[in-house]
């Protein structure tokens, strides 16, 4: 009795301490689970209805690229003209406050962003490490519209100083949407000479998805319009001509541009068409 007593204390010993060896195991496997940081990979849905695609026709493409935080991480321009292709790179790289700080470029060139309030005030293009233009940015109403940008150039490769050459100006319909865009050539006395006027009317109410890859590289976060204008009409001020295009767009369930048709003239004359595809 005393040896059956014995025998049932140690299994109940041999027990408990499996349960504790058990139960430590456990503990350990929690404790390591919670602390290892298992890599996730970036999934698709993080850029859901941004920007992937746009298709020029003839062979020209531009594809967005973006970051896990969302922002554009690159944009390649392809093109491929009767089994010619060519493909340019563009490496988008951000300041500490988010902001584009530069963007390279394959070839060697880069663009170089500098900001005043949180807002890019001047572009300068490098190539091979030489400063060979830079633009100013000018804005009115307290800064939330672009007002005019100023070139500098070279004159010359080994040219010391830069001059003025060209200038924009930029004014706006009521509701925000861009008006005008008025371009003028600066002489060697520092005159303008206004050149050619673009002017842009009959918006939409849908989304304008161009500002994204249209004036990126010198306008990086600048909003030009919000919507879609549908006819964009473009004197030569010097020869006293005008063209006149015509945009019809086709929309996706999320009210996002898939389509444009541009004609010339008379609707249907000339058409080209541009496809826009999202995340």
């Known amino acids: 009795m005393v040896n059956g007593l014995c025998q049932t204390k140690k299994t109940e010993d041999s027990m408990k301490k499996a349960m504790n060896i058990f139960g430590s195991m456990i503990l350990m496997m929690v404790i390591i689970s919670c602390g290892k940081k298992t890599e996730q990979p970036v999934q698709q849905t993080l850029f859901s209805g941004k920007l992937a695609k746009v298709s020029f026709g003839g062979g020209y493409s531009d594809s967005f690229y973006y970051r896990q935080d969302g922002k554009l991480d690159k944009i390649i321009i392809f093109s491929d003209l009767g089994g010619t292709t060519y493909k340019e790179v563009y490496q988008f790289a951000y300041n500490s406050i988010g902001k584009v700080a530069s963007v390279q470029i394959e070839n060697g060139a880069e663009f170089r962003y500098a900001y005043v309030n949180d807002q890019v005030t001047a572009v300068s293009r490098y190539e091979n490490g030489v400063k060979m233009s830079y633009k100013f940015i000018n804005y009115?109403?307290?800064?939330?519209?672009?007002?005019?940008?100023?070139?500098?150039?070279?004159?010359?490769?080994?040219?010391?100083?830069?001059?003025?050459?060209?200038?924009?100006?930029?004014?706006?319909?009521?509701?925000?949407?861009?008006?005008?865009?008025?371009?003028?050539?600066?002489?060697?006395?520092?005159?303008?000479?206004?050149?050619?006027?673009?002017?842009?009317?009959?918006?939409?109410?849908?989304?304008?998805?161009?500002?994204?890859?249209?004036?990126f590289l010198y306008l990086s976060g600048v909003p030009i319009t919000v919507n879609n204008p549908t006819k964009i009409t473009r004197r030569d001020e010097i020869a006293g001509s005008e063209q006149v295009y015509n945009y019809q767009f086709t929309y996706n369930g999320k009210a996002a541009p898939v389509k444009r048709t541009m004609s010339t003239g008379p609707l249907g004359s000339t058409e080209t068409e541009v496809t826009y595809s999202y995340y």
């Open 140 to 215: 009115v109403g307290q800064g939330t519209r672009l007002e005019s940008i100023e070139d500098y150039e070279k004159t010359s490769p080994g040219a010391i100083g830069f001059a003025y050459t060209f200038k924009q100006e930029y004014t706006y319909h009521p509701d925000g949407n861009l008006k005008e865009e008025i371009r003028y050539q600066i002489n060697q006395n520092g005159q303008a000479t206004k050149y050619q006027t673009t002017r842009y009317d009959n918006y939409d109410q849908h989304l304008n998805v161009d500002n994204t890859f249209r004036h």
